[in-house]
């Protein structure tokens, strides 16, 4: 594919160490030898290995910008598969820019946001669900998240659609070859034959569609939302988790009004952690908007941890609480557990009516019990609905998107063969499938999908 030759900062726009110009294109070694000086002044770095690295300065006609090392990679192999060239410089914002300006002025143009990778895509070195996962691995806020990128990166999502539509394809040469030369070929059967195999695809493919929440909260975070009676020990709590005075607290209730948020990585999972105004009966208008906001939240939470202040008795404001949360995935807090008991373990489970929530004893204020909650947590999301393992999670709406049209298709060829309808037929709703598939990893894609996609990356990238 023959192009411009593209530049970029590709390193982060802050004073840091070590500052990176990228090069791409056709004519990145004529730039390079219009703008770069060995010490001895006698180096053409188009003349050069690939794969090597050159101490020298950058230079503005005479002027010297910088001192660099840089980097050769001639095409095919490097991540554009085109002739690229990185500057090392030192990582001064006003001296990567001067750089940059350099590397313009002498034949390259500015690139786009997320151009790199989009030409890694369009020279077939990677797929577009691994050109998505790029930036998926950039943004990655926990452990799990970036384990589920790197393997869609490698190809995990790539194999397994491209296995998929390998039998897909087979069935519709299949029965277009029957049709063709009916003499020689029988489809006797072969609707019974066909359902099998659609079933097992089918299967397949729930499962991903499925994976999907699970890989939204690797990606995104568990949204978490801390609530209780107003003085039960949310912001306490807050405060024990975050590892730091991020809300106010004092003995009077009904000091946090609106909804503080705050973000923690916890053994890999990363919560987006809510604390809602205490709930309550109340006159005071801006108290009850902080009330009726924070009922919307527990609504829409994937997590919940409800605080029960122990050394008082539970009242209509708890029962509140406790029919908000009944369906939902939580963990109850017996807080002040460091004070006389009022209400024990026994009356909150006669008021939950079966709903099995796990309960422990905590002291927010003084951070008794905060590890045995933080390993609950963990317990719960590595070995329940989220384990650390090699499945592949289906973190990008997209993707599970163009696998719901797919069973769709599939699902009108299971039709068809229940119903007798002629072999042509399946050939039809097949081919959606397979097409729809290939959205995925970039085969019959519109263009107009590919430049939104890209148009979303960083610059530089």
Known sequence: MKTETIAAIASAMTNSGIGIIRISGEDAFDVIDKIYRSQKGNKLLSKCKSHTIHYGHIYDEDEIIDEVMVLLM??????????????DCHGGTLVMRRILEVVLKNGARPAEPGEFTKRAFLNGRIDLSQAESVMDVISSKNDFALKSSMQQLNGALTGKIKEIRGKIIHEIAFIESALDDPEHISIDGYGENLLIIIEKLMQ?????????????????????????KPNAGKSSLLNALVGRERAIVTDIAGTTRDVLEEQINLNGITLNIMDTAGIRSTEDVVEKI??????????????????????????????????????????????????????????????????????????????????VLEETITEMFFHGTISFNDEVYITNIRHKNALI?????????????????????????????????????????????????????????
Do not use: W
């Open 405 to 461: 049209q797919a069973v769709e298709s599939l699902k009108l060829v299971k039709q068809s063969v229940e119903n007798g309808m002629p072999e042509d037929f399946y050939s039809i709703d097949l081919m959606n499938a397979y097409e729809e598939l290939g959205t995925i990893i970039g085969e019959a894609v519109e263009d107009d999908l590919v430049n939104e996609i890209f148009s979303k990356f960083c610059m530089g990238k």
């Open 204 to 228: 397949k493919m729930n499962q991903m569609i499925a994976s999907s929440e699970n890989g939204s909260l690797l990606k995104e975070g568990i949204n978490t939302v801390i609530v209780g």
């Open 74 to 87: 001639r095409a095919p192999n490097s991540y554009t598969r085109e002739d690229t060239v990185e500057i």
């Open 290 to 371: 902080g009330v009726d906001k924070a009922l919307s939240l527990v609504d829409k939470a994937d997590f919940i941890i409800y605080v029960v202040d122990t050394s008082t008795a539970l009242d209509e404001n708890d029962e509140k609480i406790i029919d908000a949360i009944r369906e939902k995935k939580a963990i109850i807090l017996l807080n002040k557990s460091d004070l006389i008991q009022v209400t024990g373990e026994d009356e909150i489970k006669e008021k939950l009516s079966g709903a099995d929530h796990k309960m422990i004893a905590i002291s927010a204020k003084e951070n008794l019990g905060i590890d």
